[in-house]
Antibody
Framework: QVQLVQSGAEVKKPGASVKVSCKTS????????ISWVRQALGQGLEWMGW????????NYAQNLQGRVTMTTDTSTGTAYMELRSLRSDDTAVYYC?????????????WGQGTLVTVSS | EIVLTQSPGTLSLSPGERATLSCRAS???????LVWYQQRPGQAPRLLIY???NRATGIPDRFSGSGSGTDFTLTISRLEPEDFAVYFC?????????FGGGTKVEIK
């Protein structure tokens, strides 16, 4: 069955970077894209961006441009999201989701979420 | 960017009742590329409806989606205990892919 398993919780200081992994299984990795979505505690969902696993093309949310990088390792079926220059308002649960191959697609299967806490 | 406004913010209903949730877009959603998700406390979102009106695999037929253009609706025909949760809409036809603020369906 399709599974996306994310890395564990992280605690970071302001200004640091975090890299969250999303290990997939149960399907052909390069046939689907990966989106990243975050959710501050008790708040709504925020789309962060999308990456094509077939060619590495990315589409990032404007407000994160320059701070976020999404990558994939096709040999292991793993997607990564790195966020730099962390601020306190980056504290959130970060989710990866498998989407269709097209950039115009939605998250069908989701990871369990990774809590990133930014605190001095 | 397309702003999605969900209403009401909270819906208080009893099991067995009908729930009607609204998602209104600030401009037309391309090709009705809109999904609905359910999120229970401590869990990841779960896909319910895609392309505005198509149920995802394994979703009970008490969930239905309708609408087009700027006005979309999620209907739960008869609420089951497990349906009390938060529901989000999202459009994926334009960048950035935006979410609505959510509707919480709570037990009355």
């Amino acid at each position: 069955q399709v599974q996306l398993v994310q890395s564990g919780a992280e605690v970071k200081k302001p200004g640091a970077s975090v890299k969250v992994s999303c290990k997939t299984s149960g399907y052909t990795f390069r046939s689907y894209g990966i989106s990243w979505v975050r959710q501050a505690l008790g708040q709504g969902l925020e789309w962060m961006g999308w990456i094509s696993t077939s060619n590495g093309n990315t589409n990032y949310a404007q407000n994160l441009q320059g701070r976020v990088t999404m990558t994939t390792d096709t040999s292991t079926g793993t997607a990564y999201m790195e966020l730099r220059s962390l601020r306190s308002d980056d504290t959130a649960v970060y989710y990866c989701a498998r989407t269709g191959a097209s950039a115009y697609s939605y998250g069908h299967y989701w990871g369990q979420g990774t809590l990133v806490t930014v605190s001095s | 960017e397309i702003v999605l406004t969900q209403s009401p913010g909270t819906l208080s209903l009893s099991p067995g009742e009908r729930a009607t949730l609204s998602c209104r877009a600030s401009q037309s959603v391309t090709s009705n590329y809109l999904v609905w998700y359910q999120q229970r406390p401590g869990q990841a979102p779960r896909l319910l409806i895609y392309d505005a009106s198509n149920r995802a695999t394994g979703i009970p037929d008490r969930f239905s989606g309708s609408g087009s253009g700027t006005d979309f609706t999620l209907t739960i025909s008869r609420l089951e205990p497990e349906d009390f949760a938060v529901y989000f809409c999202q459009q994926y036809g334009s960048s950035p892919r935006t979410f609505g603020g959510g509707t919480k369906v709570e037990i009355k």
